[in-house]
């Protein structure tokens, strides 16, 4: 048994393993779509190398891991660090199709919109404390 059917699971993943992991078969899927979706990145040790990829593209970067009970795609589309919008989905050719949107320039709402199963990450500020009052309450 090789090292990416060890990893990825031949009765969840036989096209993954076929191609040599999650990078490979995203650039491949892309490539077939007619889809750029910039530069794709792997770790280069361990089992994350045949089930995680990140593509890369001036809005941020998208990235995606394997579910390990079910076959499907956990995608988390994040800038400077920060995950702005997650979703999974069962085909790589929308993995692919949501980070070729990415790259292009599309908005979140955009990318929510088009894709159902995407769901922006709404951030809430951290509360903060009215100078002279303890936190958590409030002038009466």
Known sequence: MS??????GVRLYPDLVER???APALIETAAQQRL???????????????????????QGVVCVGLGSQARYFMIDVRSAGEVLARGDCMDLVQVAQ?????REGTTL???TARFAFMEEIKHRPAPVAQVGQPAGTSAA
Do not use: M
């Open 3 to 8: 090292d990416a059917s060890t990893a990825l």
């Open 20 to 22: 040599g992991g999650l």
């Open 36 to 58: 750029d979706i910039g530069r794709v990145t792997a770790p280069e040790q361990g089992r994350a190398r045949f089930t995680c990829a990140e593509l890369h593209s001036d």
């Open 98 to 102: 949501v980070a070729s949107a990415w």
């Open 109 to 111: 709402a955009e990318l």
